[in-house]
Protein backbone atom coordinates (compact mmCIF):
# COMPACT_ATOMS: atom_id res chain seq x y z
CA UNK A 1 0.00 0.00 0.00
CA UNK A 2 1.08 3.32 -0.46
CA UNK A 3 1.14 5.63 2.41
CA UNK A 4 0.26 9.19 2.73
CA UNK A 5 3.73 10.92 4.71
CA UNK A 6 1.41 11.65 7.66
CA UNK A 7 0.62 8.11 7.57
CA UNK A 8 3.55 6.77 7.24
CA UNK A 9 4.53 9.38 10.62
CA UNK A 10 1.67 7.35 12.69
CA UNK A 11 3.28 4.15 11.58
CA UNK A 12 6.36 5.27 12.95
CA UNK A 13 5.22 6.12 16.12
CA UNK A 14 5.66 9.74 16.25
CA UNK A 15 2.59 9.81 17.38
CA UNK A 16 2.54 7.53 19.88
CA UNK A 17 2.32 3.74 20.04
CA UNK A 18 -1.30 3.57 20.05
CA UNK A 19 -1.51 4.98 16.73
CA UNK A 20 1.71 3.03 15.16
CA UNK A 21 0.06 0.12 16.51
CA UNK A 22 -3.33 1.07 14.63
CA UNK A 23 -1.73 1.77 11.34
CA UNK A 24 -0.13 -1.19 11.40
CA UNK A 25 -3.21 -3.30 12.13
CA UNK A 26 -4.50 -1.00 8.99
CA UNK A 27 -1.57 -1.37 6.94
CA UNK A 28 -2.13 -5.56 6.61
CA UNK A 29 -5.73 -5.12 6.99
CA UNK A 30 -5.56 -3.14 3.55
CA UNK A 31 -2.69 -5.13 1.74
CA UNK A 32 -4.91 -8.43 2.95
CA UNK A 33 -7.56 -7.02 0.74
CA UNK A 34 -5.38 -5.92 -2.14
CA UNK A 35 -6.27 -2.05 -1.11
CA UNK A 36 -3.57 0.39 -3.10
CA UNK A 37 -4.40 2.95 -0.29
CA UNK A 38 -5.92 4.67 2.83
CA UNK A 39 -8.86 6.99 3.07
CA UNK A 40 -9.59 9.34 5.48
CA UNK A 41 -13.02 8.60 7.34
CA UNK A 42 -15.91 11.00 8.34
CA UNK A 43 -17.04 8.73 11.21
CA UNK A 44 -16.30 5.81 13.14
CA UNK A 45 -19.14 3.28 14.74
CA UNK A 46 -17.60 0.34 16.37
CA UNK A 47 -17.64 -1.33 20.15
CA UNK A 48 -15.59 -0.21 23.35
CA UNK A 49 -17.77 -2.19 25.47
CA UNK A 50 -16.12 -4.09 28.05
CA UNK A 51 -19.29 -6.57 28.24
CA UNK A 52 -19.39 -7.27 25.06
CA UNK A 53 -19.45 -11.37 25.65
CA UNK A 54 -16.33 -12.39 23.92
CA UNK A 55 -14.37 -9.64 25.78
CA UNK A 56 -15.86 -10.55 28.95
CA UNK A 57 -14.63 -14.37 28.22
CA UNK A 58 -10.91 -13.08 27.19
CA UNK A 59 -10.19 -11.05 30.03
CA UNK A 60 -8.52 -11.41 33.24
CA UNK A 61 -8.66 -8.16 34.91
CA UNK A 62 -12.37 -7.08 33.46
CA UNK A 63 -11.27 -2.99 34.67
CA UNK A 64 -8.30 -2.29 32.66
CA UNK A 65 -9.16 -0.30 29.76
CA UNK A 66 -6.17 -0.22 28.57
CA UNK A 67 -5.84 -3.40 27.94
CA UNK A 68 -9.02 -3.95 26.36
CA UNK A 69 -8.22 -1.37 23.69
CA UNK A 70 -5.32 -2.71 23.35
CA UNK A 71 -6.20 -6.20 22.69
CA UNK A 72 -9.71 -6.48 21.58
CA UNK A 73 -9.49 -3.15 19.53
CA UNK A 74 -5.94 -3.03 18.20
CA UNK A 75 -4.85 -6.73 18.25
CA UNK A 76 -1.98 -6.27 19.94
CA UNK A 77 -0.60 -7.98 22.94
CA UNK A 78 1.55 -5.12 24.43
CA UNK A 79 -0.63 -2.48 26.09
CA UNK A 80 -0.72 0.82 25.14
CA UNK A 81 -2.46 3.90 26.23
CA UNK A 82 -5.62 4.71 24.67
CA UNK A 83 -5.46 8.00 22.90
CA UNK A 84 -8.51 10.40 22.30
CA UNK A 85 -10.66 9.27 18.77
CA UNK A 86 -9.71 12.02 16.04
CA UNK A 87 -12.69 11.69 14.16
CA UNK A 88 -16.67 11.62 15.48
CA UNK A 89 -16.57 8.20 16.71
CA UNK A 90 -19.75 6.26 18.28
CA UNK A 91 -21.10 3.24 20.25
CA UNK A 92 -23.00 0.58 18.67
CA UNK A 93 -24.88 -1.93 20.39
CA UNK A 94 -23.14 -3.73 23.31
CA UNK A 95 -24.31 -6.42 25.59
CA UNK A 96 -26.10 -5.16 28.84
CA UNK A 97 -29.06 -3.06 29.39
CA UNK A 98 -27.69 -0.07 32.01
CA UNK A 99 -31.56 -0.18 32.94
CA UNK A 100 -32.58 -3.00 32.74
CA UNK A 101 -29.83 -5.06 33.43
CA UNK A 102 -31.36 -7.52 35.89
CA UNK A 103 -34.17 -8.49 33.48
CA UNK A 104 -31.54 -9.53 31.20
CA UNK A 105 -29.54 -11.69 33.39
CA UNK A 106 -26.54 -9.86 34.31
CA UNK A 107 -25.12 -8.56 38.02
CA UNK A 108 -25.00 -5.05 39.73
CA UNK A 109 -21.24 -5.85 39.45
CA UNK A 110 -21.52 -5.97 35.41
CA UNK A 111 -23.38 -3.01 35.16
CA UNK A 112 -20.99 -0.77 36.89
CA UNK A 113 -18.08 -2.00 34.83
CA UNK A 114 -20.01 -1.33 31.72
CA UNK A 115 -20.86 1.64 33.36
CA UNK A 116 -17.06 2.39 34.22
CA UNK A 117 -16.31 1.63 30.55
CA UNK A 118 -18.86 4.36 29.17
CA UNK A 119 -17.14 6.95 31.10
CA UNK A 120 -13.34 6.15 30.26
CA UNK A 121 -14.03 5.77 26.83
CA UNK A 122 -16.45 8.46 27.08
CA UNK A 123 -13.29 10.57 28.00
CA UNK A 124 -11.28 9.32 24.79
CA UNK A 125 -14.12 10.87 22.34
CA UNK A 126 -16.36 8.16 21.76
CA UNK A 127 -20.15 8.62 22.42
CA UNK A 128 -22.26 6.08 23.54
CA UNK A 129 -24.62 6.03 21.65
CA UNK A 130 -24.81 2.61 22.42
CA UNK A 131 -27.45 1.71 19.43
CA UNK A 132 -26.99 -0.48 15.84
CA UNK A 133 -28.79 2.90 14.47
CA UNK A 134 -26.54 6.31 14.94
CA UNK A 135 -28.17 7.16 12.26
CA UNK A 136 -31.68 7.72 14.15
CA UNK A 137 -30.02 9.55 16.65
CA UNK A 138 -27.51 12.28 15.29
CA UNK A 139 -24.74 10.39 13.82
CA UNK A 140 -26.27 10.75 10.73
CA UNK A 141 -23.36 10.78 7.77
CA UNK A 142 -23.72 12.74 4.60
CA UNK A 143 -23.26 11.32 0.43
CA UNK A 144 -20.53 10.46 -0.28
CA UNK A 145 -18.87 10.17 3.24
CA UNK A 146 -16.35 7.65 4.06
CA UNK A 147 -17.17 5.20 7.06
CA UNK A 148 -15.86 2.94 9.51
CA UNK A 149 -18.94 1.36 10.50
CA UNK A 150 -19.82 -1.85 11.86
CA UNK A 151 -23.32 -3.53 11.80
CA UNK A 152 -24.44 -4.87 8.90
CA UNK A 153 -27.87 -3.17 9.19
CA UNK A 154 -25.92 -0.04 9.71
CA UNK A 155 -24.19 -0.51 6.69
CA UNK A 156 -26.59 -1.07 4.26
CA UNK A 157 -28.71 1.51 5.38
CA UNK A 158 -25.36 4.35 5.13
CA UNK A 159 -24.59 2.91 2.22
CA UNK A 160 -28.29 2.57 -0.10
CA UNK A 161 -30.27 4.70 1.95
CA UNK A 162 -27.83 7.68 2.65
CA UNK A 163 -25.41 7.22 0.16
CA UNK A 164 -22.36 7.23 2.17
CA UNK A 165 -19.23 4.54 1.98
CA UNK A 166 -18.48 2.14 3.93
CA UNK A 167 -17.75 -1.93 4.31
CA UNK A 168 -19.10 -4.13 7.09
CA UNK A 169 -15.97 -3.31 9.60
CA UNK A 170 -14.90 -5.43 12.98
CA UNK A 171 -14.29 -4.16 16.67
CA UNK A 172 -10.27 -3.86 15.39
CA UNK A 173 -10.31 -1.90 12.00
CA UNK A 174 -12.88 0.58 13.37
CA UNK A 175 -10.47 0.91 16.84
CA UNK A 176 -7.85 1.33 14.50
CA UNK A 177 -10.01 3.60 12.35
CA UNK A 178 -11.18 5.80 15.41
CA UNK A 179 -7.70 6.52 15.99
CA UNK A 180 -5.61 7.62 13.30
CA UNK A 181 -9.01 8.80 10.60
CA UNK A 182 -7.76 6.26 8.19
CA UNK A 183 -9.71 2.61 6.96
CA UNK A 184 -8.00 0.96 3.51
CA UNK A 185 -9.65 2.05 0.33
CA UNK A 186 -11.46 -1.13 -1.15
CA UNK A 187 -14.89 -2.39 -1.35
CA UNK A 188 -17.67 0.04 -1.41
CA UNK A 189 -15.04 2.68 -0.89
CA UNK A 190 -14.65 2.48 -4.69
CA UNK A 191 -17.41 4.22 -6.64
CA UNK A 192 -16.54 1.44 -9.94
CA UNK A 193 -17.85 -1.32 -6.96
CA UNK A 194 -20.89 0.28 -6.02
CA UNK A 195 -23.10 -0.16 -9.25
CA UNK A 196 -25.70 -3.06 -9.00
CA UNK A 197 -25.27 -6.75 -10.83
CA UNK A 198 -28.75 -8.19 -10.29
CA UNK A 199 -31.95 -6.87 -11.30
CA UNK A 200 -34.93 -7.71 -8.78
CA UNK A 201 -38.64 -7.60 -10.57
CA UNK A 202 -41.08 -6.73 -7.63
CA UNK A 203 -44.47 -8.18 -9.05
CA UNK A 204 -46.33 -8.15 -5.85
CA UNK A 205 -47.30 -4.55 -3.77
CA UNK A 206 -44.60 -3.92 -0.65
CA UNK A 207 -46.83 -1.81 1.31
CA UNK A 208 -45.90 -2.36 4.92
CA UNK A 209 -42.49 -2.91 7.19
CA UNK A 210 -43.85 -6.54 7.30
CA UNK A 211 -43.74 -6.55 3.17
CA UNK A 212 -40.57 -4.86 3.09
CA UNK A 213 -39.30 -7.21 6.09
CA UNK A 214 -40.15 -10.35 3.79
CA UNK A 215 -38.99 -8.44 0.26
CA UNK A 216 -35.74 -7.89 2.39
CA UNK A 217 -35.46 -11.82 3.38
CA UNK A 218 -35.90 -12.59 -0.31
CA UNK A 219 -33.54 -10.25 -1.45
CA UNK A 220 -30.92 -11.62 0.68
CA UNK A 221 -31.56 -15.30 -0.89
CA UNK A 222 -31.39 -14.29 -3.85
CA UNK A 223 -28.68 -12.16 -4.44
CA UNK A 224 -26.30 -13.32 -1.35
CA UNK A 225 -23.68 -10.59 -0.81
CA UNK A 226 -24.26 -8.79 -4.35
CA UNK A 227 -25.56 -5.95 -5.29
CA UNK A 228 -28.90 -5.49 -6.96
CA UNK A 229 -31.33 -2.73 -8.05
CA UNK A 230 -35.03 -3.13 -7.73
CA UNK A 231 -37.72 -2.02 -10.22
CA UNK A 232 -41.48 -2.11 -9.89
CA UNK A 233 -41.97 -0.56 -5.91
CA UNK A 234 -44.50 1.84 -6.46
CA UNK A 235 -45.28 2.39 -2.80
CA UNK A 236 -42.88 5.03 -1.06
CA UNK A 237 -41.67 3.50 1.98
CA UNK A 238 -41.34 4.87 5.58
CA UNK A 239 -37.41 5.13 6.54
CA UNK A 240 -38.56 2.56 9.24
CA UNK A 241 -39.67 -0.26 6.65
CA UNK A 242 -36.06 0.64 5.04
CA UNK A 243 -34.03 0.18 7.91
CA UNK A 244 -35.86 -3.32 8.42
CA UNK A 245 -35.56 -4.30 4.58
CA UNK A 246 -31.92 -3.75 4.99
CA UNK A 247 -31.57 -5.66 8.30
CA UNK A 248 -33.40 -8.61 6.73
CA UNK A 249 -31.32 -8.70 3.09
CA UNK A 250 -27.65 -8.56 5.70
CA UNK A 251 -29.42 -11.53 7.61
CA UNK A 252 -30.65 -13.91 4.85
CA UNK A 253 -27.31 -12.58 2.42
CA UNK A 254 -24.94 -10.34 3.15
CA UNK A 255 -26.06 -7.79 1.12
CA UNK A 256 -24.60 -4.08 1.94
CA UNK A 257 -25.84 -2.30 -0.92
CA UNK A 258 -28.59 -1.78 -3.41
CA UNK A 259 -30.33 0.50 -5.72
CA UNK A 260 -34.06 1.55 -5.86
CA UNK A 261 -34.17 4.04 -8.85
CA UNK A 262 -36.40 7.14 -7.74
CA UNK A 263 -35.93 6.52 -4.12
CA UNK A 264 -32.20 5.61 -3.57
CA UNK A 265 -29.85 8.63 -3.85
CA UNK A 266 -27.01 7.12 -6.25
CA UNK A 267 -28.72 6.21 -9.34
CA UNK A 268 -32.16 7.55 -11.17
CA UNK A 269 -32.80 4.28 -13.31
CA UNK A 270 -32.25 0.82 -13.41
CA UNK A 271 -29.61 1.48 -16.49
CA UNK A 272 -27.34 3.92 -14.06
CA UNK A 273 -27.68 1.84 -11.21
CA UNK A 274 -26.52 -1.10 -13.36
CA UNK A 275 -23.53 0.86 -14.82
CA UNK A 276 -24.51 1.10 -18.48
CA UNK A 277 -23.82 -3.15 -17.99
CA UNK A 278 -26.77 -5.92 -18.56
CA UNK A 279 -27.48 -7.46 -15.10
CA UNK A 280 -25.46 -10.65 -14.55
CA UNK A 281 -29.13 -12.31 -13.00
CA UNK A 282 -32.55 -11.43 -13.11
CA UNK A 283 -34.72 -12.56 -10.42
CA UNK A 284 -38.49 -11.98 -9.41
CA UNK A 285 -40.14 -11.27 -6.22
CA UNK A 286 -44.34 -12.04 -6.93
CA UNK A 287 -46.61 -14.04 -4.53
CA UNK A 288 -44.33 -16.99 -4.49
CA UNK A 289 -41.85 -15.80 -3.29
CA UNK A 290 -43.14 -13.65 -0.79
CA UNK A 291 -44.61 -16.81 0.83
CA UNK A 292 -41.38 -18.58 0.22
CA UNK A 293 -39.93 -15.73 2.38
CA UNK A 294 -42.31 -16.00 5.20
CA UNK A 295 -41.96 -20.20 5.35
CA UNK A 296 -38.35 -20.04 5.66
CA UNK A 297 -38.75 -17.57 8.95
CA UNK A 298 -41.88 -19.83 10.33
CA UNK A 299 -42.10 -22.61 8.64
CA UNK A 300 -41.00 -24.94 11.40
CA UNK A 301 -42.85 -23.19 13.51
CA UNK A 302 -45.71 -25.69 15.67
CA UNK A 303 -46.17 -24.06 18.94
CA UNK A 304 -48.50 -20.69 18.67
CA UNK A 305 -48.27 -20.39 22.71
CA UNK A 306 -45.86 -17.00 22.73
CA UNK A 307 -44.31 -16.26 26.08
CA UNK A 308 -41.66 -13.30 24.69
CA UNK A 309 -42.11 -10.97 22.48
CA UNK A 310 -39.04 -8.58 21.12
CA UNK A 311 -39.66 -5.38 19.37
CA UNK A 312 -37.08 -3.28 17.85
CA UNK A 313 -34.81 -4.74 16.10
CA UNK A 314 -33.03 -2.59 14.57
CA UNK A 315 -33.63 -0.16 17.35
CA UNK A 316 -37.36 1.44 17.13
CA UNK A 317 -37.66 5.05 16.10
CA UNK A 318 -39.62 7.80 18.40
CA UNK A 319 -42.34 7.29 15.69
CA UNK A 320 -42.43 3.21 16.32
CA UNK A 321 -42.34 3.94 19.90
CA UNK A 322 -45.36 6.10 19.84
CA UNK A 323 -46.97 3.29 17.92
CA UNK A 324 -46.64 0.47 20.12
CA UNK A 325 -47.47 2.69 23.27
CA UNK A 326 -50.49 3.45 21.66
CA UNK A 327 -51.32 -0.17 20.92
CA UNK A 328 -50.45 -1.30 24.40
CA UNK A 329 -52.59 1.94 26.83
CA UNK A 330 -54.64 0.99 29.11
CA UNK A 331 -54.04 -2.71 28.56
CA UNK A 332 -51.98 -5.56 29.88
CA UNK A 333 -49.64 -8.04 29.10
CA UNK A 334 -51.13 -11.86 29.09
CA UNK A 335 -50.29 -13.74 32.15
CA UNK A 336 -46.43 -15.31 31.68
CA UNK A 337 -45.70 -12.89 28.63
CA UNK A 338 -42.66 -10.66 28.60
CA UNK A 339 -42.44 -7.86 26.17
CA UNK A 340 -39.73 -6.20 25.39
CA UNK A 341 -39.21 -3.13 23.71
CA UNK A 342 -35.90 -2.30 22.36
CA UNK A 343 -34.69 1.57 21.40
CA UNK A 344 -31.52 4.11 21.25
CA UNK A 345 -31.09 5.28 24.92
CA UNK A 346 -31.71 8.61 23.58
CA UNK A 347 -35.09 7.97 22.32
CA UNK A 348 -35.61 5.69 25.32
CA UNK A 349 -34.98 9.34 27.54
CA UNK A 350 -37.28 11.11 24.99
CA UNK A 351 -39.87 8.24 25.58
CA UNK A 352 -39.25 8.38 29.56
CA UNK A 353 -39.45 12.04 29.28
CA UNK A 354 -42.57 12.33 27.19
CA UNK A 355 -44.57 9.70 29.35
CA UNK A 356 -43.97 6.53 26.19
CA UNK A 357 -42.33 4.86 28.68
CA UNK A 358 -44.92 4.77 30.96
CA UNK A 359 -47.95 4.02 28.86
CA UNK A 360 -45.82 0.85 27.59
CA UNK A 361 -44.62 -0.56 31.36
CA UNK A 362 -47.46 0.12 32.35
CA UNK A 363 -48.90 -2.75 30.21
CA UNK A 364 -45.90 -5.05 31.84
CA UNK A 365 -43.52 -4.61 28.83
CA UNK A 366 -40.03 -2.74 29.35
CA UNK A 367 -38.54 -0.65 27.65
CA UNK A 368 -34.37 -1.78 26.89
CA UNK A 369 -31.85 0.26 25.22
CA UNK A 370 -28.06 -0.53 24.31
CA UNK A 371 -28.75 -3.93 23.13
CA UNK A 372 -30.68 -7.10 22.01
CA UNK A 373 -31.34 -10.65 22.54
CA UNK A 374 -29.32 -11.81 19.11
CA UNK A 375 -26.60 -9.64 20.36
CA UNK A 376 -25.92 -10.36 24.23
CA UNK A 377 -27.78 -13.99 24.03
CA UNK A 378 -30.27 -13.19 27.05
CA UNK A 379 -33.58 -14.12 27.28
CA UNK A 380 -36.35 -14.06 29.82
CA UNK A 381 -36.26 -16.37 32.44
CA UNK A 382 -38.24 -19.31 31.06
CA UNK A 383 -38.36 -17.96 27.17
CA UNK A 384 -40.56 -20.72 25.46
CA UNK A 385 -41.72 -19.50 22.01
CA UNK A 386 -40.49 -15.93 20.91
CA UNK A 387 -43.08 -13.61 18.39
CA UNK A 388 -41.17 -11.10 17.19
CA UNK A 389 -41.53 -7.80 13.95
CA UNK A 390 -37.89 -8.55 12.43
CA UNK A 391 -36.79 -10.77 10.15
CA UNK A 392 -33.31 -10.23 11.51
CA UNK A 393 -33.92 -11.07 15.00
CA UNK A 394 -36.35 -14.01 13.95
CA UNK A 395 -33.57 -15.35 11.42
CA UNK A 396 -31.09 -15.65 14.58
CA UNK A 397 -33.03 -16.21 17.69
CA UNK A 398 -33.95 -20.12 16.81
CA UNK A 399 -29.94 -20.26 16.14
CA UNK A 400 -29.10 -18.81 18.99
CA UNK A 401 -31.30 -19.77 21.73
CA UNK A 402 -33.25 -23.16 20.46
CA UNK A 403 -36.36 -21.54 20.70
CA UNK A 404 -39.20 -21.28 17.51
CA UNK A 405 -39.31 -17.93 17.02
CA UNK A 406 -42.53 -16.15 14.84
CA UNK A 407 -41.81 -13.18 12.60
CA UNK A 408 -44.93 -11.12 12.00
CA UNK A 409 -46.21 -7.25 11.74
CA UNK A 410 -46.25 -5.24 14.86
CA UNK A 411 -50.40 -5.96 15.21
CA UNK A 412 -49.37 -9.56 15.24
CA UNK A 413 -47.11 -9.22 17.86
CA UNK A 414 -48.37 -7.16 20.54
CA UNK A 415 -51.95 -9.31 19.70
CA UNK A 416 -49.33 -12.43 20.29
CA UNK A 417 -47.92 -10.36 23.99
CA UNK A 418 -51.57 -9.55 24.71
CA UNK A 419 -53.28 -12.99 24.30
CA UNK A 420 -50.06 -15.12 25.26
CA UNK A 421 -50.88 -16.64 20.99
CA UNK A 422 -49.35 -15.58 18.15
CA UNK A 423 -52.10 -15.39 15.28
CA UNK A 424 -50.27 -13.84 12.21
CA UNK A 425 -50.73 -16.68 9.53
CA UNK A 426 -51.09 -15.13 5.94
CA UNK A 427 -54.62 -15.62 4.95
FE1 LIG B 1 -29.75 -4.20 16.26
FE2 LIG B 1 -29.63 -6.46 17.58
FE3 LIG B 1 -31.15 -6.24 15.52
S1 LIG B 1 -27.93 -5.19 17.01
S2 LIG B 1 -30.12 -4.83 14.15
S3 LIG B 1 -31.39 -5.08 17.46
S4 LIG B 1 -29.88 -8.01 16.00
Redesign the pocket.
Known amino acids: MRLSDAEQAMLDGQEGQAKARAMDLLLRYGEALGAERMVEVAHVAGTWSATTPFVQAGLKRPDDFDSIFSRFNLDSDAVVEVPRAVVPTCQ??HGIDTRNYAAQGFSDDQADLQRASERFFGSRGVQWNS???PYQVGQTPLRGDHLAWM?S?AVVYANAVLGARTNVEGRESTGAASITGRIPYFGLHIPANRFATHLVRVEVPVESMMDWGLLGYALGEMVAEDIPVLEGITCKPEPEWLKHFG?AAASSGGVEMYHIPGLTPEADSVEEALGGQAPRVVHRYGAAERRRAWEALNGANTRDDVNFVML????NSAKQMWRIAELLEGKRLHDGVALWV?TPRQIRHLCDESGITEIIEAAGALVMSDS?P??NRMLPEGTEVIATD?C??AH?LPAISGKPTWFGGLEHCIEAALTGRFRGRPE
Open positions: LITCTESAGCPHHCAISKQY
